[in-house]
């Protein structure tokens, strides 16, 4: 069974730093593009960054441009977003997905984890 699993979320100060990690079982992420969405209160789902499946090439929303970064290991099937000078904006649900296109449209992805909190609080 497909499974993409989240993990590394957590009650962190502004300023502060966490590395998110997307964890894959049942497939095979090396032939995939991952792609990292939030979910704040009250607020849609957006992208916040992707990778295509050789890990060159990767896209940024700008809210977070020179803060985050995504990266893959594939021999560990796992792909991360390590997030640094953590805002209070950056509060949300974290979600990672795999598809066939490194984009921010949902529709291109076709498995989804179950999400990870991220709370920036002082």
């Known amino acids: 069974q497909e499974q993409l699993v989240e993990s590394g979320g957590g009650l962190v100060q502004p300023g502060g730093s966490l590395t998110l990690s997307c964890a894959a079982s049942?497939?095979?992420?090396?032939?995939?593009?991952v792609g990292w969405f939030r979910q704040a209160p009250g607020k849609e789902r957006e992208g916040v960054s992707c990778i295509e499946p050789g890990g060159s090439y990767t896209i940024y929303a700008d809210s977070v441009k020179g803060r985050f970064t995504i990266s893959r290991d594939n021999a560990r099937n796992t792909v991360f977003l390590q997030m640094n000078d953590l805002k209070f904006d950056d509060t949300a649900i974290y979600y990672c997905?795999?598809?066939?296109?490194?984009?921010?449209?949902?529709?291109?992805?076709?498995?989804w984890g179950q999400g990870t909190q991220v709370t920036v609080s002082s």
């Open positions: 049942g497939l095979d992420l090396r032939s995939y593009a």
């Open positions: 997905a795999a598809g066939d296109i490194a984009n921010f449209w949902e529709a291109y992805y076709d498995y």
